[in-house]
């Protein structure tokens, strides 16, 4: 069976503006920086970046746990990551007009704002938190979807588990919104046999 496509763009005018987003960094302590940045719509194609660490974000400022959830090294980091200002921009580009969702307000716009900080880009762009907004979408929930929303978080959870990878995370994000609003979607999610989870898709940029 093959995964549906979404069609209900037009159901509230938020939708096609709705975008979940989520932030890996060096850790959660004072100085800790942005090491990776995702986002996903309701269609669940996710995207992300990889943020090459600033001279003033060091190593010392890295960790150790933070590696451990998210597997992203500093090396890693500083390697195979772009520029923070370029990071900045496309971020800009990509988020700039949307609602942006996250399930942490506080961490995710501190680590925006320490981008903004060390590039001298201003962020286009805000943060809402994820029960707020939930509660905005509660007119368009599917029925069917809410008489089975547990075995549905059950399904999310097997399938779309939380990785601490920032395009997975808001990907997961997306899934728990559009389970309780896409019967089509919600059906082929439980009818997925148990051993065979949704394949990672490659992020990319749009």
Request: with cysteine; glycine share 6%; net charge negative.
């Amino acid at each position: 069976m093959e995964e549906p496509e979404f069609k209900l763009w037009d159901v509230h005018p938020l939708i096609r503006l709705l975008r979940f987003a989520d932030v890996e960094a060096s850790g959660i302590h004072e100085g800790s920086y942005p090491v990776q940045f995702g986002w996903c719509g309701l269609d669940l194609e996710p995207s992300a970046i990889l943020v090459k660490p600033e001279p003033e974000w060091t190593p010392s400022l890295f960790d150790p746990n933070a590696y451990e959830m998210h597997g992203i090294s500093y090396d890693a980091a500083h390697t195979l990551g772009e520029d923070a200002e370029v990071v900045a921009h496309k971020l800009n580009a990509a988020l700039r007009g949307t609602a942006v969702v996250t399930d942490n307000q506080y961490w995710d716009g501190l680590w925006t704002a320490r981008l903004a900080d060390s590039t001298g880009v201003p962020i286009l762009f805000g943060y809402n938190d994820s029960t707020n907004m939930a509660s905005t979408f509660r007119d368009i929930y599917d029925p069917w979807c809410l008489d089975r929303r547990g075995s549905l978080f059950e399904a999310v959870d097997r399938f779309y588990p939380h990785t601490h990878r920032a395009d997975e995370d808001a990907l997961r994000m997306a899934t728990r919104t559009r389970m309780l609003i896409d019967r089509d979607w919600s059906e082929w999610l439980l009818a997925r046999p148990a051993q065979q989870p949704v394949a990672r898709r490659p992020f990319r940029l749009r």
